[in-house]
């Protein structure tokens, strides 16, 4: 088993002030004959009491004689990890935690960093000293990016039949987030050349009091559930497009 980071029980007492019930420290994973072990687990109970939320941290400090081989052993680590617990713990989100100095200076100053930081930051919380301990933090700059990411990959989605386009709004100062389709679609029951104009919304996004709400989804599987395994926690998330009533029975967040 590793030697734990030297941030660890600060960060695991920072989870339990903030209502988390530490389950496993540390966390095991195994896959064939390896074992692997992550440094932290945890799980909350949503505030509407249905389920839990589950995730899983891997703290990282940095502190070898390299910060170039401290960041190709802080990537590979995680994608490793995420990819035996995408097997066996779907539901366990994995988070990696940085001090918010070296974030700022690996991942925010450092070209390297900052050409990884796309591949981490839907998975990534750094922590800030806080009372003489460290506290993850979530930012509305985090969701706003993984918010935009995942509505850019739906761009990228061709329609299978007539001419579509997809356009985004990002209104950041509002904090809006459309998807928007635009363009004709054939209409073979009139004739083989006829066609109709296509004008609508995809999906429509909002952050509102610090959570996510989502107003429009016409996607297939959902755009809870992307943002879900991007890192956001169930209880951030609200699914405007339902009644409250229907809200108080589903696993996210009623308001």
Not at 161 to 182: C, P, S
């Amino acid at each position: 088993m590793p030697a734990k980071d030297r941030y660890h029980e600060n960060l695991k007492n920072a989870l339990i002030k903030d209502g988390w019930t530490v389950t496993d420290d540390p966390f095991h994973l195994k896959w064939g004959k390896k074992d692997l072990y992550v440094d932290l687990a945890a799980e909350k109970l949503l505030i509407a009491e249905k389920g839990t939320q589950k995730i899983a941290v891997e703290i990282k400090t940095f502190g070898g004689d390299s910060e170039v081989a401290d960041l190709e052993q802080a990537i590979g680590q995680y994608f490793t990890y995420l990819a035996i617990m995408s097997r066996n713990y779907p539901d366990r989100v994995l988070y990696i935690a940085v001090h918010e100095d070296i974030f700022t200076d690996i991942f925010e100053e450092e070209p390297l960093g900052k050409l990884n930081i796309g591949r981490l930051q839907n998975s990534s919380h750094r922590f800030q000293s806080k009372a003489g301990g460290y506290s993850p933090v979530d930012t509305l700059e985090q969701y706003r990016q993984i918010i935009c990411n995942i509505l850019t990959e739906h761009t990228k989605i061709p329609y299978s039949y007539g001419n579509i386009q997809h356009e985004t709004i990002f209104d950041k100062e509002q904090d809006r987030y459309l998807v928007m389709i635009l363009g004709r679609e054939p209409v073979p029951e009139l004739s083989v050349t006829a066609t109709r104009r296509v004008h609508g919304c995809l999906i429509h996004i909002d952050i509102i009091d610090n959570k996510i709400w989502i107003q429009r989804d016409g996607t297939e599987e959902g755009i809870a559930m992307e943002l879900v395994r991007a890192g956001v926690l169930k209880d951030r998330i609200v699914l405007g497009f339902w009644s409250e009533e229907v809200r108080e029975n589903s696993e996210f967040a009623i308001a």
